[in-house]
T-cell receptor, first 113, second 112 residues
Framework: QQQVKQSPQSLIVQKGGISIINCAYE??????FPWYQQFPGKGPALLIA?????SEKKEGRFTISFNKSAKQFSLHIMDSQPGDSATYFC????????????FGAGTRLTVKP | DGGITQSPKYLFRKEGQNVTLSCEQN?????MYWYRQDPGQGLRLIYY???????QKGDIAEGYSVSREKKESFPLTVTSAQKNPTAFYLC???????????FGQGTRLTVV
């Protein structure tokens, strides 16, 4: 079953623009909402994460916005750079459902110079 | 140098053969995971383990098997029952505090 729905599947942005990727989840037991960044041929690495007790978290050019009532969260990349070109995955973690993790389908971001 | 190591990086399998992918971590993490990555489908959970000698099936466990005899190691066997095994396989581990997951560099398996 698909517990995390991520959109869009691909995104092309000009350098300096804003990249926005969205995720929606179903199970309210999730309590940790990370975004991972993956470059070709590499494993994903944590980019930024949020807990449900806050609505926004910012780290440099990266911001997570979290809407608990809508069960949605999004990643915003400000001043997008060509080096940001990668695949981005949202994920949900639950401490109650046997400690497993579920990922979205991924968004391939291309930032054009 | 703490981290999670997968080997080999590339693996070729003949039809009907079983192959085992290695995953070792020195992060002292209890939880370990195996994911399969196909283009356009993201990361799909194969198996996960919360503790030594215990593991649970994920969403696509058919045709795969795992063991967790040591905390540091979580090998994945792709059996001949897996009809479409060509994919990129990722191993991950996570801390007991339920936060960041660490991934290996992946193993690309190809059936020849």
């Amino acid at each position: 079953q698909q517990q995390v729905k991520q959109s869009p599947q691909s995104l092309i942005v000009q350098k300096g623009g804003i990249s926005i990727i969205n995720c929606a989840y179903e199970n309210t037991a999730f309590d940790y909402f990370p975004w991972y960044q993956q470059f070709p041929g590499k494993g994903p690495a944590l980019l930024i994460a949020i807990r449900p007790d806050v609505s926004e978290k910012k780290e440099g050019r990266f911001t997570i916005s979290f809407n608990k009532s809508a069960k949605q969260f999004s990643l915003h990349i400000m001043d997008s750079q060509p080096g940001d070109s990668a695949t981005y995955f949202c994920a949900v973690h639950s401490p109650y459902n046997n400690n497993d993790m579920r990922f979205g389908a991924g968004t391939r971001l291309t930032v054009k110079p | 140098d703490g981290g999670i190591t997968q080997s080999p990086k590339y693996l070729f399998r003949k039809e009907g053969q079983n192959v085992t992918l290695s995953c070792e971590q020195n992060l002292n993490h209890d939880a370990m995971y195996w994911y399969r990555q196909d283009p356009g489908q993201g990361l799909r959970l194969i198996y996960y383990s919360q503790i030594v000698n215990d593991f649970q099936k994920g969403d696509i466990a058919e045709g795969y098997s795992v063991s967790r005899e040591k905390k540091e190691s979580f090998p994945l066997t792709v059996t001949s029952a897996q009809k479409n095994p060509t994919a990129f396989y990722l191993c991950a581990s996570r801390s007991p505090q339920n936060t960041e997951a660490f991934f290996g560099q992946g193993t690309r398996l190809t059936v020849v």
